[in-house]
Nanobody, 116 residues
């Protein structure tokens, strides 16, 4: 069974931190590059961080130096540590395969709101 469950979002002031978690089930996720995507109101979904099964990471320029992605393979969990949050980070955050498209299965996401 394929499932993605994101959690950890919330309301935080600019400069604050949040840690998102994503529990996944299904071999399609365990054996693939995973990523955190986000979608702000009226915007396209964007990929902000990726991690391979071996732990190699990559980040969008907009979050580089502030966000850290990690994964715990035995626990089938991906994390996103977000520091120095900015109002422009406000979005619904989703985890999925890095190559997921709008036609892929998506979880419910978790809302992150950064206030000024």
């Amino acid at each position: 069974q394929v499932q993605l469950v994101e959690s950890g979002g919330g309301l935080v002031q600019a400069g604050g931190s949040l840690r998102l978690s994503c529990a996944y089930s299904g071999s399609i996720f365990r054996s693939n590059v995973m990523g955190w995507h986000r979608q702000a109101p009226g915007e396209q979904r964007e990929l902000v961080a990726t991690i391979t099964t071996g732990g190699t990471t990559n980040y969008a320029d907009s979050v580089k130096g502030r966000f850290t992605i990690s994964r715990d393979n035995p626990k089938n969990t991906v994390y996103l540590q977000m520091n120095s949050l900015k109002p422009e980070d406000t979005a619904v955050y989703y985890c999925n395969r890095a190559v997921a498209t709008k036609y892929s299965y998506w979880g419910q996401g978790t809302q992150v709101t950064v206030s000024t």
